[in-house]
């Protein structure tokens, strides 16, 4: 066995990190990391960086530092400088930023192809007098769950509209949803040389800002039509079973963060037989027991993306 | 994945995982990405490790360390990733196991993540711009290359310079208090 070198070591962990390694140093490499515990410690130490830097990277002050993005919290008046925001991860947390991950990326983050872009929902939840259904969507284009429109609030920058979706308090311990289904069936499909996503954006709001919030976009795709997903949704065993496509954005708030609305977009890339796609947008206490805090919801806009991938 | 939402009552096993998950991505993304390098491959080993946590539920007992039950899935996820790559210039199975076995605790990775960020001011501006093309935006080194006015070679050493950087900051940081 070859001497083990901290500043070889250093290098090959830090090429192991990039994707760089050779076969003879991934060999080399194993077999120290195999043996040393010191060469354990020290890969964990650089690829706990590597591993974390991802999350720091989200903050807001350290974007301003790179001059590519604001740092004000998402209002009315800077909406239109997102638009400029062309090559973006699959999903996106804007806005006050703090821990926001996503578990799951399906589609490519930068995209050169051509892009067709049809805007199929714009809600902001002004009409009063509607009442949502608790129950999980039985048809599509109807929103349902824990879900109220209300009032916006003095306290509430203007996002779209007077009014807000207003998320009910539930169990302690858990989020609220609503949801939406989309028929694909509705839209006419794309061409053989075209891979459709649907990208979801929503801007959701805590009335407490001092504690941490939770939000969630998730979205999945099935082969079934609207009226089929309720049974399947409510069975975990059937529906990982079924569910062909499955994506989602958690993002936590800063303790002590600043008031404003929290935009964040995913975007699923939907399987070629997919017949409905459900939309499931999660709001509550980051903290179990805590309920102190109101959530909102407002400015859904979903797309249907087509992009062209021609087959080689 | 789903929250059965046709009731108002307490949440069920899953939720609670999912929720505690929600919770907790932080520290076992940090985990899955330090095994598992590749921003691809770890985001599939999340999204395996999301949806069998969710399976397996009923088996978490509330109250032990919900990281440390989610990162040994998720230690098994990366290992079903390997197998299934194959490739030959990555680390050993036999290497990642021993990896996982000597993985930070929770608490350990949590107080290296408060240092890095103020580890990362320190750096020069051209530097994070570096990072955050790589991390935030996933940038590859040519494409970095390009819109920096380096070689890729250039962009690699930078980058492998500043987590090496990031790396004593955080160290110096962290410990005198251990």
Redesign the interface.
Known sequence: MKEMDNNEL??LI??????????A???Q???W??ES?DA??R?????????????????A???A??G?QPVTPVRTDVLSRWRRIT???AGVAIGVLS?S?????TIP??SQTPREVKEILFESFEDAEVKFP???PAIANQWS??LASVAREDTMPEVSGARVGQFSK??K???S?A?YLIDLDEHPRPGNEHVRSVEVEASFFTSNPKERS?F?I?L?AFSQEPAEI?PI??D??L??DT?LQ???R?Y?TKANGQSGWHRLRTTIEIPPRTRTVVI?L?A?D?K?GAATSDHFVDAVRVHLVDSFDPID | MPNPDDRNEAPDATERVQLLFVRHENSIRAFVRALQPSLSDADDVMQETFLTISRKASTFEQGTNFVAWACGIARLKVLENFRQKKRANVLSEAAIIALSEDAPSPESLSEMQDALDGCLERLTAKVRDLLWRRYSRRQSSTEMAAAAGMTSTAVRVALSKARVALRDCINSQIQPTR
């Open positions: 250093d290098a830090n090429a192991s990190l990039d994707g760089s390694l050779c076969e140093e991934a060999e490499l194993s077999q990391i195999e515990s354990r410690k890969y964990w130490e650089l690829a706990s960086v590597h591993g974390m830097i991802e999350q720091s990277m989200q903050s002050s350290l974007k530092a790179t590519e090559s973006v991860a821990a991950l996503v578990w799951a990326y983050l930068v608790g129950r999980f769950g824990s539930l169990a311990s858990t989020l949803y949801r939770a969630q998730r999945a309720r949704w409510n975990h065993e529906l990982f569910v499955h994506v989602g958690n936590v499931s999660g509550g980051h179990p």
